[in-house]
DNA sequence: CCCGTGTGGTAG
DNA sequence: ATCGCTACCACACGGG
């Protein structure tokens, strides 16, 4: 994997966020994409909105016609707010009390609106409360153009974005975001891949399903038989009939007013049907999955085709039989889920965050990076404390390695299969269509088969292509012997990540010159540019000896230049960039070949007639920073000349930590998506725990389907097209408690009222960190900072405590105890990249040192 | 000017 | 089938 490993394999959510909606007549409206309210805190606000989703799940037998709507209700209207939000919730819609300027809501409905309301709801669409009234009679959704409120016109057509000159002021020519969504890497893939599957040109406009459509689902629907039993997975049953059928239940008219003065409690839980235990009031700790939601084990029978078109089919509340009503999210999301395999790979099990984080190699790339971050950083800071740090000379050439494995999961994978080294190989966790390719070798790459690809694309281009799964012991394993070599050199080192570091040796090249390093002297010159050969000579060596993998080295006077390099270098290679050859290098480069440029600044630049490096030379800096903005401008500016001033070995303190899945994400009910954002926090408890800190803020961030996604999306349980939201909370102390962190989360989560089946991701984060106060003090700090460093080989342990069987309330668990027996005795040097799940180092943080866990556990009685 | 929040983008 | 994570920076915008 190289320094453009997964370029494209991730930003994925976020580039599909803006949608606008084609209405009956193809008129283009400017959805405003990001939902939410202007003040979750407000507990009034909060239970109105909690409501919605109660609502909601208690009323999934009416036809959802609103599905895909957000409503907003203006002044005074005849029926009253109040029964137009319950029709609309309780049909599918969605609901918001306030706007607050950029929320999803798509139709405003008013009986009549001032002159300046109008111009306010300008880029909504506004339509009178008969169109809520008589949709609901008709059991369908009738167009909302017979309603409007204002008349057909310029009020109504807003955002003309695609003219450019409508934009002047602000200098920076800004594009719509759809626009920007419409070219994404993303989209264009999945048009290139799947342009038939999420969305067919042909597909009705959201606002305007056709209910007797087919749809195509029936193959997850039917399973034949199932291929998993049960207990595969022990603890948790596949899902039955009985959870469709809750699914899908009748469930009584909500009370559309539930009381409003008990403040005191976050906000009232759902309703249900079923006999859940009810979460405490009092305590925020709320019930595991498996205890809310799934019932006991039992061998299911799976559903006979004809009981599922049963259900497909099902008549909507007395409808024409030629209305078939369209599946809800959730009733889609249980059939699919009847499908074992889907079941396993999915929220159903409870199992799922652990075997989810066990084979994302998304997940193990940040675990690895942050690990190694933090580990050289505290073997940096140890060195200096103990040396004198000597200041650099001022203006001194400099010598930067940048040192990466050529197509490191390959080549490690590899080295099991001999047989495929010429053959084209990639890294893959399946020969399925969607599924990404993190690594391939060079042969494969001569087809044009890229990191990041989906399968179905690499199989087009290279048909005979060799699918090999992941070793991630392997790598972490190879990665051991690449630092090992690396930390070898005397010279300052940063870890990129796994597969990738930084050394700068211009303190041995300068010596080896035999000058003060700064005049221009040719020999002098000469023997440092050798001697940095030399050194990267010597390390590739010494990781092809230690790995069997080939190591890349790209040198040059700084980060940047190291970096371009290394393109060069690739294959087995290492490259030098003399002084007088910088500019030239550089020009010829693509801008996105330079680092922090890839598809979005890229496009920005060609906008303004920049191509290639040397182009960014011709524009002046304003003209840059005015397209860019001023950071963004300097650095191009700086890069294209070849200035980089970062330095190699920069300590950075961790500002956040979090925990997020957008993958297999199905539930069925509001509870099991509560209980998944709760199995999310306590991972980020743990994780906070693991870094010595606690947070005083925490973001929610959610996926939800976008309107025009279909159910199914291209990629096996991925999360399709999406919209995504994210809201913060401050706290008023900051915490490590997975309660506190849950309950806040499942707050704002209510908060939206999201259908749960249409969510497709979700993720909590903690931010304003401070150190976690150190345990009693104990060992000197001297002695502490030495064991700091050591990579453990983590003791075979028993497997790792599930999430939620935990019952610890102490910060520090006393299984580490067992898990590391011997710990202040062993001097071993770097012996094993450690376990991320198991074995932390201690990160580095603002404020005194703390002392490192296991220290800290010796001393607890 | 500062600050805060939310979103976008990028890299590994 | 399939494992689309996560830290960090920059920017826009709104409010003092």
Redesign the pocket.
């Known amino acids: 994997?190289g320094?453009r490993?997964?370029?494209n394999?991730?930003?994925?959510r976020?580039?599909i966020?803006?949608h606008a909606f084609d209405d009956e007549e193809g008129e283009e409206y400017e959805g405003s994409?990001?939902g939410?309210f202007s003040d979750y805190m407000r507990r009034k606000k909060l239970k109105l909105q909690n409501l919605d989703a109660d609502l909601r799940a208690q009323t999934s037998q009416n036809p959802q016609i609103f599905r895909g709507i957000v409503a907003h209700v203006n002044g005074y209207t005849q029926p009253s707010l109040a029964d137009l939000h319950k029709l609309i919730v309780s049909h599918g819609g969605g609901f918001l009390q306030y706007l607050d300027?950029?929320t999803a809501v798509t139709h405003v409905i008013a009986s009549q609106l001032t002159p300046k309301k109008k111009v306010e709801f300008a880029k909504y669409r506004i339509v009178k409360p008969a169109w809520i009234v008589d949709s609901v009679k008709a059991g369908k959704l009738l167009p909302w153009n017979d309603y409007r409120v204002v008349d057909e016109g310029v009020k109504q057509k807003v955002l003309g974005f695609e003219n450019g000159s409508v934009v002047s002021q602000?200098s920076?020519q800004r594009r719509g975001?759809r626009d920007?969504t419409e070219t994404?890497w993303?989209t264009s893939?999945m048009r290139h891949e799947n342009g038939d599957t999420e969305e067919p040109p042909e597909a009705p406009p959201p606002f305007a399903p056709e209910p007797g459509k087919p749809r195509e689902m029936q193959s997850p629907v039917i399973p034949a038989s199932p291929?998993?039993e049960a207990d595969d997975f022990p603890g948790v049953s596949s899902i039955g009939e009985a959870d469709l059928l809750a699914a899908m239940e009748d469930v009584p008219d909500a009370d559309a007013s539930f009381d409003e003065d008990d403040d005191g409690e976050l906000m009232r839980p759902p309703p249900r049907l079923d006999p859940v235990p009810a979460r405490s009031q009092s305590k925020p700790v709320l019930p595991p999955v498996q205890s809310a939601d799934v019932p006991p084990i039992t061998q299911r029978r799976p559903l006979t085709p004809e009981e599922y078109n049963a259900m497909l089919w099902q008549d909507a509340g007395g409808q024409p039989s030629a209305q078939k009503k369209p599946l809800t999210a959730e009733e889609h999301n249980a059939i699919l889920l009847q499908?074992p395999?889907?079941a396993?790979?999915s929220t159903a099990n409870p199992d799922f965050i652990n075997?989810?984080?066990r084979?994302?190699?998304?997940?193990h790339?940040?675990?690895w990076?942050?690990d190694l971050k933090a580990q050289l950083q505290a073997r940096a800071q140890e060195k200096s404390s103990t040396q004198r740090t000597r200041s650099k000379a001022p203006g001194a050439r400099r010598y930067v390695l940048h040192i990466d494995f050529d197509s490191f999961f390959a080549a490690v994978s590899l080295r099991q299969n001999p047989h495929l080294v010429d053959k084209p190989v990639v890294i893959?966790?399946?020969?399925?269509?969607?599924?990404?390719i993190?690594s391939c070798n060079y042969p494969a790459r001569k087809f044009g088969v890229k990191n990041g690809m989906w399968?179905k694309t690499a199989l087009e281009l290279c048909s005979e292509l060799n699918v090999l799964p992941y070793d991630f012991k392997a790598y972490e394993e190879a990665s051991r012997h690449f630092y090992d070599s690396i930390l070898a050199v005397e010279g300052v080192v940063q870890s990129?990540?796994?597969?990738?570091a930084l050394i700068d040796v211009s303190e041995q090249c300068i010596k080896a010159g035999g000058s003060d390093g700064k005049g221009i002297s040719e020999g002098s010159i000469y023997r440092e540019q050798e001697k940095a050969k030399q050194i990267a000579s010597s390390i590739r060596d010494a990781v092809r000896d230690k790995t069997g993998c080939e190591v890349s080295v790209g040198i040059g006077n700084n980060i940047l230049l190291a970096k371009v390099a290394l393109r060069k270098a690739k294959p087995a290679g290492q490259h030098l960039i003399k002084p007088e050859e910088v500019l030239a290098f550089l020009g010829e480069l693509e801008v996105t070949d330079l680092?922090?440029?890839?598809?979005?600044?890229?496009k920005k630049l060609e906008e303004i007639g920049v191509k290639y490096v040397k182009d960014i030379r011709e524009l002046n800096k304003e003209r840059l920073i005015s397209a860019?903005?001023?950071?963004?401008?300097q650095k191009l500016w700086d890069y294209s000349r070849g200035i980089d001033k970062q330095e190699v070995g920069e300590q950075?303190?961790?500002?956040?930590?979090?925990?997020?899945?957008?993958?297999?994400i199905r539930f069925i009910n509001q509870q099991q998506a509560e209980d998944f954002v709760q199995c999310l926090c306590d991972e980020l408890s743990k994780?906070l725990l693991e870094n010595l800190v606690k947070g005083k803020?925490m973001?929610m961030k959610i996926m939800r389907k976008a309107a025009d996604a279909g159910m199914d999306?291209p990629?096996?349980?991925?999360?399709?097209k999406c919209d995504?939201?994210?809201?913060?909370v401050?706290l008023g102390v900051a915490t490590t408690d997975k309660a506190v962190i849950g309950k806040e989360a499942i707050s704002i989560l209510r908060s939206y009222g999201f259908s749960p089946g249409e969510l497709r991701?979700l993720?909590v984060?903690m931010q304003k960190l401070e150190p976690l106060k150190p345990m009693a003090a104990s060992t000197s700090t001297v002695e502490s900072s030495q064991r700091r460093l050591q990579f453990k080989k983590p003791a075979a342990v028993p497997a790792t405590t599930p999430l939620k069987t935990t019952t610890e309330t102490e910060e520090f668990k006393s299984s580490h105890k067992k898990t590391r027996p011997k710990l202040a005795d062993e001097p071993d040097p770097i012996e094993e990249i450690a376990n991320p799940k198991k074995e932390r180092t201690v990160r580095l943080m603002e404020g005194p040192i703390p002392l490192p866990l296991e220290t800290s556990v010796k001393h607890r009685p």
């Open positions: 994997m320094s490993l997964e370029k394999s991730d930003a994925v976020k580039r966020q803006g994409t990001f939410g300027g950029k602000a920076t975001y920007q994404s993303y893939q291929a998993v499908n395999h889907m396993k790979s075997q989810y984080y084979e994302s190699r998304l997940h790339l940040s675990t990076k942050a893959a966790h399946g020969s399925g269509p969607g599924s990404e993190a399968m990129i990540s796994i597969d990738e680092p922090g440029v890839a598809w979005s600044i890229g860019l903005g001023p950071k963004t401008g950075v303190i961790r500002k956040s930590v979090s925990a997020e899945i957008n993958w297999g994780r803020q973001t999306p990629k096996n349980l991925g999360h399709g995504t939201f994210n809201k913060s401050v991701g993720g984060q």
